[in-house]
């Protein structure tokens, strides 16, 4: 993901430091007469992000505890586990939910946060095999992802 475009937006201070992870889940209820509601909710429902760089800028919040901070962001990498004929770098695919068992060890790397159903992806790493047997006895590939 060396090509990736930053953003810049506000986050909770707490939350404000390189390399924190977080899925943006939009507006919440407190920011309807917010005059930098536009800045905190300029990144894309449901899309993991990266903070790569905190900025000075600092406001007064009444959804955060100790404010908000500027940050620039980057859309971070996801990784999920896919059928081997997909799990090929640089290739598009479009992430298929159609397991259940959320029982499963593996759940979480077959329907990962910051996955947007039906939306396309770009495979960018193939980590290796599935750390884990598929309890529906399927081959799985572990990769990285970006949005498309």
Do not use: W
Not at 42 to 50: A, E, H
Not at 79 to 101: Q, R, V
Request: hydrophobic share 35%.
């Amino acid at each position: 993901m060396t090509d990736a475009k930053t953003k810049v937006t506000l986050v909770g201070t707490v939350l404000a430091k390189p390399g924190t992870e977080f899925i943006y889940e939009g507006e919440a209820p407190g920011c309807g007469t917010c005059k930098v509601k536009k800045a905190c909710n300029n990144l894309q429902k449901g899309r993991k992000y990266r903070v790569v760089t905190v900025r000075t800028t600092h406001h007064d919040c009444t959804v955060h505890l100790n404010g908000a901070t500027a940050v620039e962001v980057m859309e971070a990498p996801i990784t999920l586990l896919i059928s081997p004929e997909m799990a090929i770098i640089n290739s598009k695919i479009k992430p298929e939910f159609s397991c259940n068992k959320q029982d499963c060890r593996s759940f979480d790397l077959c329907r990962p946060e910051g996955v947007v159903e039906g939306e396309k992806y770009i495979v960018v790493d193939v980590l290796g095999n599935a750390p884990d047997i598929c309890e529906k006895g399927r081959a799985l590939k572990l990769v990285e992802i970006k949005p498309a």
